[in-house]
């Protein structure tokens, strides 16, 4: 269901397998339990070849099932994986905004929920795929590390170019 990871420096985790997992938290905070979730990836991988449905544009959830989206402009139902069922319910999206998806469907970048002030992104293309500021591509590490080593939020924020605020929540969030 998820990638594997492999050593690097540290646990290193794929996008693709970070991108599932981020999918995959979403669905249980939704409320469906993963005797729903693991049947409806087998079926999307083993049934029409998609690898890696949980990082894919068309699979929503309503809180109680997967659904599978065609993309078909023309046809706005949804498919219950687990049963085939069509339904017309509107679609849940509130976890897509958080995801960017590429030319092929798949996650490219993903922006965390859990910094609530400034955009944070893990985009593999930008810093390693490392949590960036999404305004300037400077990874949160780097920023938590200056900050650490006693420099100011001031000039931490100057010598980035970034707010004053992001880098005072990025401090706040790390305590």
Do not use: C, W
Not at 45 to 54: F, P, R, S, T
Not at 121 to 135: E, H, M, W
């Amino acid at each position: 269901m998820i990638g594997s990871a492999s050593a690097g420096r540290g646990l290193t985790i794929p996008f693709i397998g970070l991108a599932e997992i981020f999918v995959l938290n979403a669905f249980r905070k939704a409320g469906l339990p993963l005797q729903r979730i693991r049947p409806a990836v087998e079926i999307l991988k083993n049934g029409i070849g998609l690898e890696h449905a949980l990082a894919n544009g068309q699979l929503l959830t309503d809180g109680a099932e997967i659904l599978f989206d065609s993309k078909d402009p023309g046809d706005r139902r949804l498919v219950v994986v687990r049963n085939g069922d069509a339904v017309f319910n509107e679609v849940v999206e509130d976890y897509l905004r958080h995801i960017d998806f590429g030319d092929f469907g798949y996650a490219s970048v993903l922006r965390l929920p859990q910094y609530p002030g400034p955009t944070v992104q893990v985009d593999p293309r930008i810093n390693g795929g490392r949590p960036s500021l999404a305004s300037r591509s400077v990874s949160v590490d780097d920023v938590l590390s200056r900050l650490r080593a006693g420099e100011s939020i001031g000039d931490v924020a100057d010598d980035y170019g970034v707010g004053y605020d992001d880098v005072l929540n990025l401090n706040r969030l790390a305590a």
